[in-house]
C-alpha cells in the first residue's frame, strides 16, 4: 500500500513523498530523483525492490514535483531534504537499517549531505564530482569544444543568482569523508558525467565501495537501459549491506 507523506526539511521544504511498507520489512531504501524530475520517475525501482523485501521512500527534492522550493540548487539544499528523508525513515522504521540509491542530483545530495548520512548504504547514479565539471559537460553536449568556455561563466553566477559557490558543490569531498558502503553506478557513453570523472569519484570515495560500469549506457536511467544486470547488482549489494 502506498501511503503519502509530508515531513519538514532545513530546506524550508515541506518535502512530499510516497512510503511503501513491507510486511516483514529486511530494511528500507530511499530513492532519490534527478534534476528537474520528481519521484515519479524512480517508481521502476520500486517492483524489484519492494518484492525482494525492502520498505520504500520516494519523495520530491524541494523546487520539483509537489515539494514546494524557489530554486534549484543542484544538490545543495536538495541535500539537506536528504538529510531530511533520512529522519523521517528512522523515527517511522525504528531500528531497520537503511539505503539510499540517488540518481544524478538524488546522488549528488546523498554525497552532499552534512554531517554524512546516517545510513547503511549509498547507492549513487550517474552523479557528478565537481559542479565544473558538471557544466562543462553540459554545454559541450550543447556547444560542441567551445562549450568549455562557457563554464566559467556560469560558475561564477552560482553566488549572485543562488548563493552557493563552487565549493559548495562538490560531491567527490562528500564521497571522501563519509565510510557508508558505497556502490557507484555510470554509463561507459554518458557524455553529461564522463567516464574518467565517475572513475575519479569512485577512486576518492572512502571504502568499502564498488564501480559498475554499464556498457553503452549515456546519462539514462540505468534500471531502463538494463533492467536484469542492474537489479542484480543493486540486490546483490543491498543484501551484503542490509542484512
Not at 60 to 70: K, L, S
Not at 215 to 243: C, T
Amino acid at each position: 500500500m502506498v501511503e503519502p507523506v509530508a515531513f519538514p526539511s532545513t530546506s524550508g521544504a515541506v518535502v512530499q513523498g510516497w512510503l511503501i511498507p513491507a510486511p516483514n520489512s529486511r530494511g528500507v531504501v530511499i530513492l532519490m530523483h534527478g534534476v528537474r524530475t520528481d519521484r515519479r520517475t524512480v517508481l521502476n525501482r520500486v517492483g524489484f525492490l519492494h518484492q525482494a523485501g525492502y520498505s520504500l521512500l520516494l519523495f520530491d527534492f524541494q523546487a520539483h514535483g509537489e515539494t514546494t522550493g524557489r530554486h534549484i540548487t543542484f544538490g545543495y539544499l536538495e541535500s539537506r531534504d536528504a538529510s531530511a528523508s533520512v529522519d523521517f525513515v528512522r523515527h517511522t522504521f525504528p531500528g531497520q537499517k537503511i539505503a539510499v540509491l540517488g540518481v544524478s542530483l538524488g546522488g549528488v545530495a546523498a554525497l552532499l549531505a552534512q554531517p554524512p548520512l546516517p545510513v547503511d548504504a549509498m547507492i549513487v547514479e550517474s552523479t557528478y564530482p565537481t559542479i565544473e565539471q558538471a557544466i562543462e559537460d553540459r554545454l559541450m553536449v550543447w556547444l560542441g569544444p567551445w562549450g568549455k568556455f562557457g563554464a566559467p561563466l556560469l560558475t561564477w553566477q552560482l553566488k549572485p543568482r543562488l548563493g552557493i559557490g563552487v565549493d559548495d558543490l562538490y560531491p567527490i569531498r562528500g564521497a571522501a569523508r563519509t565510510s557508508v558502503p558505497k556502490f557507484i553506478m555510470a554509463g561507459d557513453a554518458d557524455r553529461n558525467t564522463m567516464l574518467p570523472e565517475s572513475r575519479a569519484l569512485f577512486e576518492a570515495a572512502a571504502g568499502p565501495k564498488q564501480l559498475w560500469i554499464v556498457p553503452g549506457a549515456g546519462h539514462v536511467d540505468l534500471h531502463e537501459f538494463d533492467p536484469e544486470s542492474y537489479e542484480r547488482q543493486v540486490l546483490g549489494f543491498l543484501g551484503r549491506y542490509l542484512k
